[in-house]
C-alpha cells in the first residue's frame, strides 16, 4: 500500500528554535515549503513571500530573525510570526504566509500528498514515491 503521506524529517532535526526548507513531491514543479520549530510545536508554511511571491530565504533553511522570534523574508525585510504565519511588519502587514497541515508522530513530520498536490505552483508527478 503506498503511503499516502511524504516524510519530511524527524523533529529532532529541527533547531529549537529553528526552520528548515524542503520540497515535497516531484518532477518540474515540486512544492517548496519550510518547517519552524519552537519547543515541541513545528508549522509548515509555502515557501513563498505574500508580497513579492519569491522565496522568503536567500540562504539555505535561514528563515527566522537573529533572535528567532520572527521569520524574515530575506528580500523585502517582512516579517512574520512563526505560529499563525501572519505578517507583523514590513511591506504586507495584515497578510499571512500560506499554511502547509502537517502531521506528526513518533516516525516524523509529514505532509499529506493530496496537500502537496493542491500546493505545489502547478500539478505535481511522482506523488506516487
Do not use: K
Not at 510545536?41 to 539555505?60: D, F, I, K, S, T
Not at 523585502?76 to 495584515?94: R, S
Amino acid at each position: 500500500m503506498v503511503d499516502r503521506r511524504i516524510r519530511l524529517c524527524a523533529i529532532e532535526d529541527l533547531e529549537d528554535p529553528g526552520a528548515r526548507g524542503f520540497q515535497a513531491g516531484t518532477g518540474d514543479w515540486p512544492l517548496e515549503l519550510f518547517l519552524v520549530r519552537r519547543g515541541a510545536a513545528v508549522w509548515g508554511y509555502v515557501n513563498r513571500c505574500p508580497h513579492a511571491g519569491h522565496q522568503l530565504n536567500w540562504l539555505p533553511d535561514r528563515f527566522l530573525t537573529r533572535d528567532g522570534n520572527l521569520i524574515l523574508c530575506a528580500s523585502h525585510g517582512a516579517c512574520f510570526e512563526l505560529d499563525t504565519g501572519l505578517c507583523v511588519g514590513g511591506p504586507c502587514p495584515g497578510r499571512s504566509l500560506r499554511s502547509v497541515p502537517l502531521e506528526m508522530d513518533a516516525g516524523g513530520i509529514f505532509v499529506a500528498r493530496d496537500t502537496v498536490a493542491a500546493l505545489a505552483p502547478l500539478p505535481s508527478a511522482g506523488l506516487n514515491d
